[in-house]
C-alpha cells in the first residue's frame, strides 16, 4: 500500500455501540498520519476488525489523543509534521501517564536502521505500508495480548484524562529532548574513559569523579568483589564515623550481591582492602557526624557482577529521583570500562 498525501479530512466516525446495539469494542485505536487516506483505509480496517478509532493528524495530536483518550493502541506513521513518529512513540513510553499502551509503528520507510530505531523508541511493532488488513489487525490484536500479559492480570492503567494544548506538547517533547542529550552525555563522559590509558586505578577515580559532577554527595566508593578491593574517594567534610559506615554499608552490599569472604562467609568492612583518595584532607575533619544516606548498586559486566558502587551522604534522603536516575545512567558503562581497566591492569 502506497503513501499517499491528499487533503481530503474524511474521518473514520468512532462506533457508538449504545445506540446502534453493536457488540463492544475490542478496543480504542489512536491512529496517526498525515495522509487523510491512509488515516481513512487503517480506520476501515480496524472499525470493521471491531476497534474504535480516534484519528490524529500528526505527532502532536497523537500525543493528544493518547492523553485524552487513553486508548488500547497507537498506531503511527513515521514521517509527520511538528513531531515525528519517533518523537511522539519515545513521549509517550517516556510518560508514566500512556507508558504502558502498545505503540505500532506504520510507515513507508523498511531500511534496517528505520527498524532499529524504530525499537530504539519504545515501540512495540512496525509495519510497513504495504501491508494487507489481516496483518494490521493481527498486530494490533497482539500488541494489547502482549500488554495484557506483561500486566500479569492487573488492569490496564486508565488515568484521568488529560487536555493538553499545542504548547504542552511541545513542552514535553523539549524537556525530553533535553533529558536524553543528557543521558548520552553523561555516557559518553564515562566511556571516553577507557581511551585515556589511565590505569585500573586510574580509571576508577575517573568514574567516580564523573559521579561527583553529576550527582552531590559526601564520598563515593567501588567495591571490587574479586580481591575485596575498596576505593573511596572523599569529597566532602567527613567524620571517620560516616567513612566506617561506608565501608560497613558497602561490605553488606557487597554479599548481598554475591560477593566472597573468608571462608566462605560474606564481606566486612574490617576485611576489605583500601586505597582512599583525599587530596584536599576531607576525612575526619568533623568529629561527629555519621552517615544519614546511603545508596549502591551492582556494576555488572560480562554476564556476571565484578563489584559495587556506593554514594554516601551525611545529609537526609540525599538520593532523589534524579540522582538515582542518574546512577542508573553511569552504572552499565562503568562496570564495562572498570573491567576492562581490570583485564589490562
Not at 577507557?194 to 586505578?201: N, P, Q, T, V
Request: aromatic share 4%.
Amino acid at each position: 500500500m502506497s503513501e499517499e498525501h491528499d487533503h481530503d479530512d474524511t474521518a473514520v466516525v468512532d462506533h457508538d455501540d449504545e445506540a446502534s446495539g453493536s457488540p463492544q469494542p475490542l478496543g480504542r485505536v489512536v491512529i496517526a498520519d498525515d495522509s487523510p487516506t491512509l488515516r481513512r483505509i487503517v480506520g476501515a480496517v480496524l472499525g470493521r476488525a471491531g476497534y474504535d478509532v480516534v484519528t490524529a493528524e500528526d505527532g502532536v495530536e497523537a500525543i493528544q489523543q493518547a492523553l485524552r483518550t487513553q486508548p488500547d493502541v497507537v498506531v503511527l506513521d513515521i514521517q509527520m509534521p511538528r513531531v515525528s513518529g519517533y518523537v511522539a512513540a519515545r513521549l509517550l513510553k517516556d510518560d508514566w501517564q500512556t507508558a504502558e499502551i502498545p505503540v505500532i509503528l506504520l510507515t513507508s520507510l523498511d531500511a534496517a536502521s528505520d527498524r532499529y530505531w524504530g525499537a530504539h523508541t519504545g515501540a512495540d511493532a512496525f509495519l510497513t505500508k504495504d501491508f494487507e488488513a489481516p496483518e494490521l489487525v493481527e498486530a494490533v490484536a497482539d500488541v494489547i495480548a502482549k500488554a495484557a500479559a506483561a500486566r500479569g492480570g492487573r488492569p490496564a492503567m486508565r488515568p484521568d484524562p488529560v487536555e493538553a494544548s499545542d504548547d504542552d506538547v511541545f513542552s514535553r517533547v523539549g524537556d525530553l529532548l533535553d533529558r536524553k542529550l543528557f543521558e548520552t552525555s553523561v555516557a559518553a563522559d564515562v566511556t571516553a574513559i577507557a581511551a585515556d590509558g589511565r590505569g585500573f586505578e586510574g580509571t576508577v577515580a575517573a568514574v567516580l569523579d564523573v559521579l561527583a559532577r553529576i550527582v552531590d554527595h559526601d564520598m563515593s566508593a567501588v567495591l571490587m568483589l574479586d580481591d575485596a578491593s575498596v576505593y573511596v574517594s572523599v569529597r566532602q567534610d567527613v567524620a571517620r564515623v560516616q567513612y566506617d559506615e561506608l565501608l560497613a554499608a558497602l561490605a553488606a552490599a557487597g554479599t548481598a550481591v554475591g560477593g566472597p569472604g573468608s571462608g566462605g562467609e560474606g564481606l566486612t568492612a574490617e576485611g576489605l582492602h583500601q586505597r582512599i583518595a583525599d587530596p584536599d584532607g576531607h576525612l575526619g575533619v568533623e568529629e561527629e557526624g555519621g552517615m544519614a544516606t546511603f545508596v549502591s548498586m551492582p556494576l555488572r559486566a560480562g554476564g556476571r557482577v565484578l563489584g559495587v558502587l556506593g554514594l554516601s551522604s551525611a545529609a537526609r534522603n540525599a538520593f532523589g529521583e534524579a540522582a538515582l536516575s542518574t546512577l542508573r545512567l553511569v552504572e552499565s558503562p562503568a562496570a564495562v570500562v572498570i573491567a576492562n581497566a581490570r583485564l589490562t591492569a
